[in-house]
């Protein structure tokens, strides 16, 4: 099993629905969770970190983590276009941190 | 702050050639990281420096790449001789030191492109 693993997509939404992007992960990669948005031909950029089971809400994003299934999640609500982008799941264990391959996000105007 | 500064954002070499690439973390930040990235593997984790030690390059895929962090300012990843494989964009991130590789909480640079013909 991959130590981070997502979904690539592409996911497709249209403007103003809630998009809805999940990881899972292994017991490798147990501590910290993290939601990185990658635009084409740009580097990586933190948007959302949780540390506790339970929902974290940060204005249109909340990400959710459940720890007993190894599950991360991030729900983008009122998607916009300039939501289109990469989305990165990623993990720390033995003081790494570790990517998923990302999900594809389309929101079609 | 001027962010994770890297060079050359594109380089283009010949298979064999040696490649240096160069990275300038965010001043104060403790930790360095290396990773690369390609469409096949993902973003990789190769090498990550604290306080300018390695600590941990068991992602550095051959001898043939090396990286050093001479001072808390500069850091270099070098590949020789170079392979058509190793086409991929290549970051360099940095944390502070209370933000650090536990915390996930990762300021990338903007990536050098290399391409091996």
């Known amino acids: 099993q991959k130590e981070v693993e997502q979904n690539s997509g592409p996911l497709s939404v249209p403007e103003g629905a809630i998009a809805s992007l999940n990881c899972t992960y292994s017991?490798?990669?147990?501590?910290?969770f993290f939601w990185y948005r990658q635009y084409s031909g740009k580097s990586p950029e933190l948007i959302m970190s949780?540390?506790?089971?339970g929902d974290k809400e940060d204005g249109r994003f909340t990400a959710q983590l459940n720890k007993a299934s190894q599950y991360v999640s991030l729900l983008i609500r009122d998607s916009q276009p300039s939501d289109s982008a990469t989305y990165l799941c990623?993990?720390?264990?033995?003081?790494?941190?570790?990517f998923g391959a990302g999900t594809r996000l389309f929101v079609k105007a | 702050d001027a962010g994770v500064i890297q060079s050359p954002r594109h380089e283009v070499t010949e298979m064999g050639q040696e490649v240096t690439l160069r990275c300038k973390p965010i001043?104060?930040?403790?930790?360095l990281f290396w990773y690369r990235q390609t469409m096949m593997r993902g973003l990789e984790l190769l090498i990550y420096?604290?306080?300018?030690?390695?600590?941990?390059d068991s992602g550095m895929p051959e001898d043939r790449f090396s990286a050093k962090m001479p001072n808390a300012s500069f850091s270099t990843l070098k590949i020789q001789p170079s392979e058509p494989r190793d086409s991929a964009v290549y970051f360099c991130?940095?944390?502070?030191?209370?933000?650090?590789?536990?915390?996930?909480?990762?300021?990338f640079g903007e990536g050098s492109r290399l391409t091996v013909l």
């Open positions: 991130a940095s944390s502070p030191r209370d933000r650090g590789p536990n915390t996930g909480e990762l300021f």
């Open positions: 017991d490798r990669v147990s501590q910290s």
């Open positions: 949780i540390y506790s089971n």
């Open positions: 990623a993990g720390t264990g033995g003081f790494k941190t570790i």
């Open positions: 001043s104060g930040h403790d930790y």
């Open positions: 420096f604290n306080n300018n030690v390695p600590i941990d």
